[in-house]
């Protein structure tokens, strides 16, 4: 007995060693998450002692790691810090609001409004004024740039500003602005002179002395007096209601109101002096409309942070 027990032994030994032959890899420890040894350890007869790596979460039960699917953007790039996030949809970066509150963008203060309870009516005259721009005034100043030349457009320009000196060298008296009324006074006499009635400009080609840009508007606001809300009005274009009646005063200041009676030829000579102006800027109410979200909202806050420096600066 003892005979055939040793034979069915080594007869069931020689069967598992042919059928699963012993070797280096079934006796090396494998953790099926992460592998600690390189492929080359498997050929060394000496087996590796690499340290294995702690268990990880999905050894204790909890959901093992997803792959992130490439069409939809991982959830690690949704940042906070800086509060926007970088959204990758097949290598292109499109940037994202973040949803994580931030703080807040450190600005300087905020820039001045002006009220306009009149919007509606506001940008239907703008509307107005804007079609009337590219319907009439931009045409006939084309034609008319076309046929004078810049020169000459430019002496008529200085014309009608040498014309309304008074209005400016008023208001410079009126806001204690002494020297700068004597520049609009030597201005004047200087230009009408050896300017040609101020078709040129020796006092600012010669002496540099500057035109100053006053206005009945500015010197009520420097009084304290608001612009209360904004008016677009038809041909006249942007005022606020302060520097409404600031342009009645200066009417009265202009020498053109008294030396012109005819209403139609004072206004037939003013339509000729914007003609001539316009010609001299063609392309800068375009290439301002192109720039604006919304040009009457652009318009009417340019306007009133224009006129607010200029109160500011005095």
């Known amino acids: 007995m003892k005979i055939i027990f040793w034979i069915t032994l080594l007869l069931a030994l020689w069967l598992n060693a042919s059928f699963y032959p012993c070797s280096?890899?079934?006796?090396?420890?494998?953790?099926?998450?992460?592998?600690?040894i390189s492929v080359s350890q498997y050929n060394d007869p000496i087996l590796s002692t690499a340290p294995m790596r702690p268990p990880g979460?999905?050894?204790?039960?909890?959901?093992?790691?997803?792959?992130?699917?490439?069409?939809e953007p991982s959830t690690s790039l949704y940042s906070t810090d800086p509060p926007i996030f970088m959204a990758q949809y097949g290598g292109v970066a499109q940037k994202e609001v973040s949803t994580t509150p931030s703080e807040p963008a450190k600005t300087g203060e905020p820039a001045e409004t002006i009220a306009d309870p009149l919007e509606p009516i506001n940008r239907a005259f703008f509307q107005f004024n804007d079609r009337l721009y590219f319907w009439v005034l931009k045409p006939v100043a084309s034609g008319y740039k076309a046929v004078v030349p810049e020169d000459l457009r430019i002496g008529v320009r200085n014309f009608f500003s040498n014309v309304a000196t008074p209005i400016r060298l008023v208001n410079c008296l009126f806001q204690a602005k002494f020297k700068a009324a004597g520049n609009e006074l030597i201005r004047f006499l200087l230009n009408t002179t050896l300017g040609l009635a101020g078709f040129l400009d020796p006092a600012k080609k010669e002496l540099s002395i500057e035109r100053q840009e006053e206005d009945?508007?500015?010197?009520?606001?420097?009084?304290?007096?608001?612009?209360?809300?904004y008016i677009e009005w038809?041909?006249?274009?942007?005022f606020s209601f302060r520097d409404t009646f600031g342009f009645a005063g200066d009417l009265l200041l202009d020498p053109q109101t008294y030396l012109i009676p005819s209403i139609p030829l004072n206004l037939a000579i003013r339509s000729y002096d914007q003609v001539n102006d316009t010609s001299l800027k063609i392309g800068e109410y375009e290439d301002f409309k192109k720039a604006a979200l919304d040009p009457y909202i652009a318009k009417r806050d340019a306007y009133h942070q224009n006129r607010q420096h200029k109160i500011k600066e005095k």
């Open 24 to 36: 280096a890899e079934t006796l090396i420890p494998v953790d099926p998450i992460n592998i600690p």
């Open 234 to 238: 038809p041909i006249l274009g942007a």
């Open 57 to 71: 979460p999905s050894e204790f039960g909890e959901p093992p790691d997803t792959v992130a699917n490439p069409l």
């Open 216 to 229: 009945f508007g500015q010197t009520l606001g420097l009084l304290g007096i608001g612009p209360a809300f």
